[in-house]
């Protein structure tokens, strides 16, 4: 209880503390990580809310952004021209976002709000990844639309957009939503909204938020406009985060890597096969962020199904929600996400490399496979164990004759000192519990390192 009050607490300050005037953001020198414009590390920790500005009231708004910048959010997902008939339908004040839906014709009442989640976030440390609009508004396929853009219109709508949110440093772009651009209008349309972003805007990161199974790189892979390779790995079990993350770090054009929608919480597993007799939960959304993290993802977005399209009682459930948005707030996965940016945060991540052959158990690649990584000095390694599955290590590859062995708790955030080793044979590390839910991660360290990992324990 001590431990969560402090967690809570650091969170307290950390929103009291962050002023309007966040840093911008930037890509380090290296092209694998986010860095703040004082070249200092960045973690992306994002939330879906995907339905934000479309359905709730500033209150509401309030409570969500407060909820997720506590928990140690740095990255709240929205969009302007929203996914569930955000055209038609009016937002909670009953105002639509365009006149006539017309992208040249904002309306100044909607617009207002937007600009209250922009500075609100802002006042709460958080960057926003907006979304100019869902992809539907210019590929509709199961979308409710209508298309509204053509490569022009989407370049003016673009300028409207930079020049009203120049000042703001807490804002990411992100094109897109959940659509592959099909044919060459389609990529026309991106490429014009980037265009006309950045006629105005070149102080801002850009991506592309892309359709399940795909990155932004499969399409843009040589727009100067993308700055960060975004993947979708979507809402499965079986999904294998840590395949996008290595695809794309072996790509000619290095760019930082964000897992930008992955296993939801509270959701059916692979709900596109109408099959409702396995939902994913904490333990999912834990495997599917340390395999995009340990494998060397700048950035991780959780996502609970509920809270994405803001379900309450009484409006028609998306996808199967079954749980109040404000509730589904306080679901585990959410307060997991941030001891995952803790520990990540204490270690030096920036210098990590993902190194397989440290690991010498047999490591087939199902629910229970192990990552490992070291960092560039061979001070450190950090492995994932997701089901509790012992861990043999090739303890040489470190450069000290001694190291300390921790074992991170992901659903406690705790960590457990397990002694000191020698590094001139193997080691099996055995964590004290296994099976579906029991994942750990393993830390060594160098003899000397002087991290403090037991502050995690106040």
């Not at 009291?16 to 840093?23: D, K, R, S, W």
């Not at 950035?299 to 749980?323: F, H, L």
């Not at 090739?394 to 004759?401: A, G």
Request: hydrophobic residues 35%.
């Amino acid at each position: 209880m001590k431990s969560k009050l402090m967690f809570l607490l650091f969170g307290l300050l950390r929103v009291t503390a962050m002023g309007q005037e966040l840093p911008l953001l930037t890509v380090s020198e290296d092209q694998r990580y986010i860095v703040t414009q004082d070249k200092k590390p960045f973690f992306w920790l994002g939330g879906t809310a995907w339905e934000l500005i479309h359905r709730l009231t500033k209150e509401e708004i309030d409570l969500y952004l407060t909820d997720r910048a506590k928990k140690g959010f740095t990255v709240i997902q929205t969009v302007i021209l929203a996914e569930l008939d955000g055209l038609n339908t009016p937002n909670a004040y009953g105002v639509k976002p365009l006149i006539n839906n017309d992208p040249l014709e904002l309306n100044e009442k909607y617009f207002e709000l937007v600009d209250y989640v922009v500075k609100k976030s802002a006042q709460l440390g958080l960057y926003v990844g907006l979304l100019p609009a869902w992809g539907d508004k210019f590929n509709k396929k199961w979308g409710a639309g209508p298309e509204i853009f053509n490569p022009q219109n989407a370049e003016k709508y673009g300028e409207l957009l930079a020049a009203r949110y120049l000042s703001h440093n807490n804002i990411i772009w992100i094109l897109g939503g959940d659509r592959v651009p099909e044919n060459e209008n389609h990529y026309a349309i991106i490429r014009g909204l980037a265009k006309g972003i950045k006629k105005t805007d070149n102080r801002h990161l850009m991506t592309y938020h892309p359709v399940g199974g795909k990155k932004a790189t499969d399409y843009f892979m040589n727009d100067p406009w993308l700055d960060l390779d975004m993947f979708q790995s979507g809402h499965s079990r079986m999904a294998k985060e840590y395949q996008y993350v290595t695809a794309s770090k072996k790509s000619v054009t290095k760019r930082p890597v964000i897992n930008g929608e992955a296993r939801y919480e509270n959701i059916p597993d692979r709900f596109w096969e109408n099959k409702q007799d396995v939902w994913l939960d904490d333990a999912d959304v834990r495997v599917s962020a340390y395999w995009s993290i340990m494998a060397g993802a700048a950035g991780y977005t959780y996502g609970c199904n509920d809270i994405w399209q803001m379900y309450e009682t009484g409006k028609e459930p998306v996808i199967s929600a079954r749980t109040d948005w404000q509730a589904a707030l306080q679901l585990p996965g959410s307060s997991q996400m941030g001891y995952m940016k803790q520990i990540f945060e204490l270690i030096p991540r920036q210098r990590m490399q993902l190194d397989q052959s440290l690991i010498l158990n047999d490591n087939t690649e199902n629910e229970s496979y192990m990552l490992s990584a070291i960092d560039s000095g061979r001070q450190f390694i950090v492995a994932y164990t997701p089901t509790g599955n012992p861990v043999k290590v090739d303890l040489s590859k470190m450069k000290s004759e001694k190291i300390k062995a921790y074992w991170f708790n992901p659903r406690s955030g705790k960590i457990k000192y397990t002694g000191d080793f020698n590094t001139n044979s193997p080691h099996e590390f055995k964590p004290w519990s296994r099976g579906r839910g029991s994942d750990f991660l393993l830390i060594l360290t160098a003899e000397d390192c002087r991290i403090d990992f037991e502050k995690l324990n106040d």
